[in-house]
Each structure stands twice: as structure tokens, then as C-alpha cells.
């Protein structure tokens, strides 16, 4: 077969993109074909997207890790509600998505936007090691503690879209994930921004809040 040989149509269930020696650099999808959640050559969350409606692309990289994707797909009900998204990735090395791309649309309620995350330097599956093992302590204040301390350097960090009420915003939030910084024009198409303290409470905007 010639290397510039034409191949006009080709249907697949599931196609590999790999490299010279056989190594998976993408993976091409359709639904029921969702690849496992590969780390370090294993499948460090069993059972992961398996039965979600979703097709799309997944990137590895230089060393066969998850890197990040493309997943799309809907659902439709017979009464007629319906369930409509998309997601586009980029993964931090050795954990989960620090850029992401959404659209998410629930019966004509839409949102969708541009999102940046903080991961902390630790391989995702230490992380998911560790809440397995918080999962099983007994509820109380030592569960909470622990909990609150694995999520540490897990946050949102920024929001660019639209949300489900119709605000166009702008938000930042700290290195806890609080937000601090909002600009918005709402569904009315009024302007404000907001500077608010580490509670939450707006301490600055414009226009005054009167």
C-alpha cells in the first residue's frame, strides 16, 4: 500500500492514532467506546464515563498518560426534556483539567463558557487513592478536616460565559476558590462590577450599591 494511498470513506466504532512504535497519542470515539481513564498504563478509575452518552477524542501524552479531550453527546427523553454538552480540555501533567470549554444545555437552560483551574503537584491517582480511604473514615470533624485538606490547590480560579439566568460575567476567584472579582451584564443588560472579601460579602462595586 502506497503511503499517500486515498481512502474516501471509513467507518469506525473506535479509532487509534498511534506513533512509530505503537504508542496511543489520540483516541477517536463513539458512544459505548469511552476509553478507560489512563494514568501511569492503568486504569486508575474503573468504570469511569463508561455508560455516559458521550462520543469525541481523547490526547495522550509523551509518556501514555490522559492529557485531556473532546467529549460531546445529548439525550433525549420521551416526555421531551433533554440533555445537550460539550466539553473541551487540557489537562495539567499527571492530573485533571487546568483549561476547559463548556457547553451545557438542560431543556433550553444554557450555560457555557471558558473555565482555568489550580491542581495541586500531586498525581491524580495519589489523590484518588486518598479519598477512597477518606470515603471510608466515619463521619466528624476528622473526616471533614481531611477532606478539607485533599482539596487544598483544587480550584476554579476563573469563569468567562454565560450562565443559566442569562449573566454574561467575568469572575475570579483566589487560591480557595472563593470569588473575589465579578463582572457582569445581567439578563437586563445592566453592567456591574463587584470586589467581594474572603466571606463573600460585596465590598466594592460599581455602580454604589445604594
Known sequence: ????????NINVENLNIVDKEGNIKMTLFSEGNVPSLIMEGKDILPGHRQNDPISG??????????CGGLV???????????????SLTFDQYKQDQIVQIEVDDRNGEQMYGFRIYDRPNIPI???????KIIENMEDGPEKQKASEE??????????MGKNQKGDVSVRLSDSKGKERIRMVVDSEDIP????????GKVVYSLPPEQ
Open 57 to 66: 477524542i481523547v490526547f495522550y501524552n509523551g509518556e501514555g498518560d490522559e
Open 150 to 159: 485533599l482539596s487544598k490547590g483544587q480550584h476554579q480560579r476563573m469563569f
Open 125 to 131: 491517582s495519589g489523590l484518588i487513592e486518598q479519598y
Open 72 to 86: 460531546f453527546g445529548s439525550e433525549k427523553k420521551e416526555n421531551g426534556e433533554y440533555y445537550s454538552g460539550l
Open 1 to 8: 500500500m502506497e503511503d499517500n494511498q486515498r481512502i474516501k
Open 192 to 199: 456591574r462590577l463587584e470586589f467581594l472579601d474572603d466571606k
